[in-house]
């Protein structure tokens, strides 16, 4: 098989990256993120959440440990946001954050025959999920099978950008929905617990860990069975963005759920993961996009559920 013609590839520029480094940066981010830090090894990555004090998602990462760093990778429009909330928390913790997004140029690769495409652009390529490969010319991390994040210094990035033509972002954010990898944009921050988006079956949650920003809540949520949404993935046959309102048939007059990410499918409309109630949910009742009266969303499998 012709690798070079089954694989696709994009740059994405929605995607900023904010560095932690120092002494006490590993220190740092295990206080504050859902994740366990202290046991991230260089070759591996990691999904993690970021809540407020009330349990609440205020971004989702993929936490890179590179040398003396730790790259942490998030939508670029809550970049500068999250990185000015983030440092209030460091004190007097020798730690310095930095808005890394400039220094770096950010591919997506996907689909069969990629890592052979990689390795024949003379990367080194990781043997499993959420493992990471390092060289002076760049990181490659494996999200999933066949699906690779390659993050190249900026002065580099012409070595990869002609490949980027094959496919746009938007087909990469499709690939990440149908994986079931929610991210926070700034449509829906502060509106999430980790479990509604199903951090936890992502391994971005660690119940074992000590103290972090809202770590009571999202115990309370786990343990005492007190969630009442949840995350699912779904078609509709319109446009729908992050934010968006979900109305079921049974409670026309209250929103039942929030789009979390979307992306154009193929042959039209839209695919998603959004946040529903539970209850509706199990009684099946039609969940509809953006008004009683909407566009009716079709359930579809999820990888992790």
């Given at each position: ?196 988006v199903n951090l936890e079956r992502l391994g971005a949650v660690d119940f074992k860990k000590g103290c972090y920003p809202g770590q009571e809540i ?10 009442k949404r949840r995350m699912v993935r779904a078609r509709v046959a319109a446009a729908a963005a992050a934010g968006d309102a979900l109305f079921a ?55 992790c559920a």
């Open positions: 098989m012709d690798t070079k013609v089954s694989s696709s590839a994009a740059e994405l520029q929605r995607l900023g990256l904010l560095s932690c480094s120092g002494d006490e940066a590993r220190a740092f981010l295990h206080a504050q993120l859902t994740s366990d830090i202290t046991g991230l090894a260089q070759d591996e990555a990691r999904f993690a959440g970021w809540c407020s004090a009330k349990g609440r998602l205020l971004a989702t990462f993929l936490v890179i440990s590179h040398g003396n760093e730790f790259l942490l990778q998030l939508p670029r429009e809550i970049a500068p946001a999250v990185a000015k909330r983030l440092s209030m928390f460091i004190l007097r913790a020798r730690v310095k954050l930095a808005d890394a997004g400039e220094g770096w140029a950010q591919f997506g690769l996907w689909g069969s025959g990629a890592a052979g495409r990689l390795a024949g652009l003379g990367f080194a390529v990781p043997q499993a999920p959420m493992h990471t490969a390092h060289a002076k010319d760049g990181i490659v991390v494996q999200v999933a099978a066949e699906h690779f994040l390659v993050l190249v210094p900026a002065a580099q990035r012409a070595r990869l950008a002609a490949m980027a033509s094959a496919a746009d972002e938007e087909a990469w954010a499709l690939e990440e929905i149908r994986g079931g990898r929610p991210q926070v944009l700034l449509a829906t921050q502060d509106q999430f617990v980790p479990q509604m999202v115990a309370r949520t786990q343990y005492r069975g007190v969630l048939d049974g409670l026309p007059g209250q929103a039942s759920g929030a789009v979390v990410n979307a992306a154009a499918a193929p042959g039209g409309g839209s695919e998603l993961l959004a946040v529903a109630q539970i209850s509706v949910l199990e009684s099946a009742q039609p969940l509809r996009l953006r008004s009683a009266d909407g566009p009716a969303l079709e359930l579809l499998p999820l990888p």
